[in-house]
């Protein structure tokens, strides 16, 4: 319980810096500050890295992430001009007699034709900053790289980043250096997502229309952030218009959307609302006999709704719901020892979040939210004698406050305190009316997890910054639970049980938790030119557990827990980035060193879905995963785009004194997401405001797969004998993608606008293999077969409206 103690304290710590700096000390000289928020007149963002200069001062600053600024001055009369690239310069006349808040709109320059790619940063941010591996990408980037299907694809785009790969073509989820899938914290407006693909992985579950920007933290991860081992996803949704209503949306093969957003009361309240929805089920009534009863459709809502009573007081209801149906008729992929002839999936995911903005002075802001996180799964099949139902759930209830304090320009403190409430249901099975299957109702899962952080962002002098962070993280099991005995000087099964111990309801009965420092540097060592050197520490105490190629929406999900020990990452980064004169090339070059404890794998053979004592399925071991990541990027011109090259390695170690523990013999192997070498390329021409033309290049070595050594007859069946772990690959992957987009003339104002765009996914038609299998004969295995997810080209046509 010392943890609560610590929590308790950092609550009065902060409660008493609030006291003592709402109101400056007596005596000091007078000055004021002129503060507020720089936003897209279009869209509500924030811009970050806006230039702001005191006319006849020779003073400059700059916005943060959020937009904020801070102008401390004198009492008098001042010009402030502020100006970034892609934006027109606007000019603010102040008065300064107190301190002042002001809300500056700044409108994009149609005509200026220079484009950031990747990142919506200011021109040589990526050389300022002081955090190493984070990328930030806006939405207008996105919508340049060539869709699939005509759906722009907010996951899909961060594959184009260095250290970044997925599995395979169509699978859910990303991998970012060395770590699996469920080791990424997606964040949507501050809600966790546990699954955060539509169509078993083929489309991301967010709304390009409400997206403000994305930014993935893959090195430097605040200390306000923690649970995963591997990565940050924070989307950001943009903020509703407040002072006039307005419609969008977009027809496409795949799905339509629908959103509008605009004032209650003006500049007071105020609402966004938008909608996903695929019908997809007519599209399979054209494909072969086993196909055409397959079922593929989706939707999702958003909602934004924002108060801002005062200057002082915002407050912000988020809300998102989505819904998946995905069924193969011809087909079974229950994991099930039953014989079923299809299997459907149903999937859900529901979050809220409202969260308090107090803007207390021009050195605090605190920011407090309440968080809600729902997902649930459900496999079924409709076979009468054999129809079942496998129910699953994660619940996600959190509490958290943010402290910012800014005493002057050269420190930025931030502290913070969370609480998490976590409820998993493992998977219930649920047999049908007249099924003779068995029903079977795992044990409920429950914790707390509690986190308390403190971060500096110090900037020593003009060539050298620094970002400090420490936070302490626990989790607590909680009943009730029956935890498991196993004999001494054995492995860990279900033969090997001595004894039970039970706990009542709400006793803690278990608990793991630790420090987690967080350290980032940059030296600048010329005009733009930085070295930058980066080390944190992250725990993750909810893992999904899985034994297939890429996670299934149904795949379990699992607490640590007396035996299932919390997985703890390290990670080295060191980086070179350059910047040339007019910020026109950026090239920079990143090395790093992670090692992972408690990292986990399925056993030979394991069955995971239904087993009662996970801990029984599993192993534990050490990894390690390092890689270089380079990028060179043209900003400006008629063509820009950006080149990257990622090479990475990620190997396992699964050893133990007892031979049902082990992976490979206790040898290291590769993990299933470890590939090598990756190289994309995105070009953009753009010739006009109207007109832009994409290409984009893909290629990346094929996964580790576990084929089979030998075949052995066991009473006249052909069995295939598997040895060591993922020591062959499936054939390297590459595909180029095209897209052309019509806009319409920004120069001709209309009330109205609208835009064209037409795309070829997977151009020359490359079959990519997702995966090799065999089919058996009565003496040997027939030829290997490769299963290709996109085997051919995939054009499309999307309109996209705004009024």
């Known amino acids: 319980m010392r943890f609560l103690h610590v929590l308790v304290l950092s609550v009065c710590l902060i409660n008493g810096a609030l006291a003592q700096l709402r109101t400056p000390p007596k005596g000091q000289n007078a000055t004021f500050s002129a503060t507020g928020y720089v936003r897209d007149a279009k869209t509500g963002k924030p811009i970050q890295g806006v230039n702001i200069v005191v006319l006849d001062v020779s003073k400059g600053y700059v916005t943060e992430k959020d937009g904020f600024y801070i102008v401390p001055l004198p009492p008098g009369k001042y010009i402030l001009r502020f100006s970034h690239v892609g934006y027109r310069t606007k000019e603010d006349t102040i008065v300064l007699n107190k301190m002042l808040f002001r809300e500056i709109t700044m409108e994009d320059d149609a005509k200026d034709l220079d484009e950031v790619i990747v990142t919506s940063e200011?021109?040589?941010?990526?050389?300022?900053?002081?955090?190493?591996?984070?990328?930030?990408l806006s939405i207008r980037?996105?919508?340049r790289i060539p869709p699939l299907l005509g759906e722009i694809d907010i996951v899909r785009s961060l594959l184009l980043l260095p250290g970044v790969t997925t599995v395979g073509e169509g699978a859910p989820g990303f991998n970012v250096r060395g770590g699996s899938a469920d080791q990424n914290l997606v964040l949507f407006d501050d809600a966790p997502i546990f699954n955060s693909s539509h169509l078993m992985g083929f489309f991301s579950v967010f709304n390009p229309d409400v997206v403000r920007d994305v930014t993935l933290n893959r090195g430097g991860v605040a200390a306000a952030y923690g649970g995963r081992a591997s990565s940050v996803l924070d989307v950001k949704i943009k903020e509703p218009s407040?002072?006039?209503?307005?419609?969008?949306?977009?027809?496409?093969?795949?799905?339509?959307?629908l959103g509008v957003e605009g004032p209650i009361v003006k500049n007071k309240l105020s609402l966004l609302a938008a909608g996903r929805v695929s019908f997809n089920d007519f599209l399979f009534k054209l494909a072969p006999p086993n196909l055409k009863d397959t079922k593929a459709n989706f939707y999702d809502l958003t909602t934004k709704l924002k108060y801002q009573p005062s200057e002082?007081?915002?407050?912000?209801?988020?809300?998102?719901?989505?819904?998946?149906?995905?069924?193969?008729?011809?087909d079974s992929l229950s994991g099930q020892e039953i014989?079923?002839?299809?299997?459907?999936?149903?999937y859900q995911t529901l979050t809220g979040s409202l969260r308090w903005n107090y803007f207390i002075n021009k050195q605090l802001n605190l920011t407090t939210s309440a968080i809600f996180s729902q997902y649930k799964a459900n496999l079924s099949s409709p076979d009468s004698s054999n129809a079942f139902q496998l129910k699953s759930g994660i619940w996600h209830r959190q509490l958290k406050s943010d402290l910012t304090y800014t005493p002057d320009e050269r420190h930025q403190w931030q502290a913070g305190v969370s609480a998490i409430d976590y409820l998993i249901q493992p998977n219930s099975r649920i047999p049908g009316p007249i099924s003779n299957v068995l029903p079977i109702d795992l044990a409920r899962e429950r914790a707390y997890e509690l986190a308390a952080?403190?971060?500096?962002?110090?900037?020593?002098?003009?060539?050298?910054?620094?970002?400090?962070?420490?936070?302490?993280?626990?989790?607590?099991?909680?009943?009730?639970?029956?935890?498991?005995?196993?004999?001494?000087?054995?492995?860990?099964?279900?033969?090997?049980?001595?004894?039970?111990?039970?706990?009542?309801?709400?006793?803690?009965?278990?608990?793991?938790?630790g420090l987690e420092p967080r350290l980032a540097v940059r030296w600048s060592v010329g005009e733009g030119k930085a070295i930058k050197a980066g080390y944190s520490r992250l725990r993750q105490y909810i893992q999904q557990i899985t034994n297939t190629t890429a996670a299934l929406p149904t795949s379990r999900w699992h607490l640590s827990?007396?035996?299932?020990?919390?997985?703890?990452?390290?990670?080295?980064a060191l980086g070179y980035f350059h910047n040339t004169t007019d910020n026109v090339i950026e090239a920079s070059g990143e090395v790093y060193y992670k090692t992972l404890t408690n990292a986990i794998d399925y056993r030979d053979g394991a069955e995971l879905q239904l087993a009662p004592a996970v801990e029984t399925q599993i192993v534990q071991g050490n990894g390690r995963a390092y890689g270089f990541e380079g990028l060179l990027r043209k900003n400006k011109g008629l063509w820009s785009g950006f080149v990257s090259y990622t090479y990475a390695r990620t190997l396992l170690t699964m050893n133990s004194p007892y031979a049902e523990e082990r992976v490979n013999n206790g040898q290291a192997y590769p993990a299933n997401y470890d590939k090598p070498h990756t190289l994309n390329a995105l070009a953009v021409y753009r010739p006009s405001t109207w007109f832009s033309l994409s290409l984009n290049f893909t290629y990346s070595t094929g996964r580790p797969t576990?084929?089979?050594?030998?075949?052995?007859?066991?009473?006249?069946?052909?069995?295939?004998?598997?040895?060591?772990?993922?020591?062959?690959?499936?054939?390297?992957?590459?595909?180029?993608?095209?897209?052309?987009?019509?806009?319409?003339?920004?120069?001709?104002?209309k009330r109205n606008q609208s835009s064209w765009v037409f795309a070829i996914y997977n151009v020359y038609a490359h079959k990519n293999a997702y995966s090799i299998f065999y089919k058996l004969r009565p003496t040997s295995f027939a030829d290997a077969y490769k299963l290709a997810i996109f085997g051919t080209a995939f054009p499309s046509l999307t309109y996209n409206f705004k009024f």
């Open 242 to 257: 407040g002072d006039k209503w307005g419609i969008n949306g977009g027809i496409g093969v795949i799905s339509s959307r």
């Open 339 to 346: 014989n079923a002839s299809s299997t459907q999936f149903d």
């Open 141 to 143: 980037s996105i919508r």
């Open 706 to 749: 576990t084929q089979p050594s030998a075949l052995a007859r066991v009473g006249g069946i052909i069995v295939p004998i598997y040895l060591d772990r993922n020591q062959q690959r499936v054939p390297d992957y590459h595909r180029l993608d095209f897209s052309m987009t019509f806009d319409q003339n920004p120069l001709k104002k």
């Open 453 to 513: 952080y403190i971060q500096d962002e110090w900037k020593l002098n003009a060539n050298l910054a620094v970002v400090a962070g420490l936070r302490y993280s626990a989790l607590l099991n909680r009943g009730p639970e029956t935890v498991r005995v196993y004999e001494e000087n054995g492995p860990r099964q279900d033969e090997t049980v001595s004894s039970e111990t039970t706990y009542g309801a709400g006793r803690i009965y278990h608990s793991a938790g």
């Open 122 to 136: 200011a021109p040589d941010r990526n050389v300022r900053k002081v955090e190493i591996g984070v990328s930030q």
């Open 312 to 330: 002082q007081h915002t407050l912000t209801l988020t809300g998102y719901v989505s819904t998946d149906v995905f069924k193969l008729a011809s």
């Open 561 to 572: 827990d007396n035996y299932t020990k919390p997985q703890i990452a390290d990670q080295w």
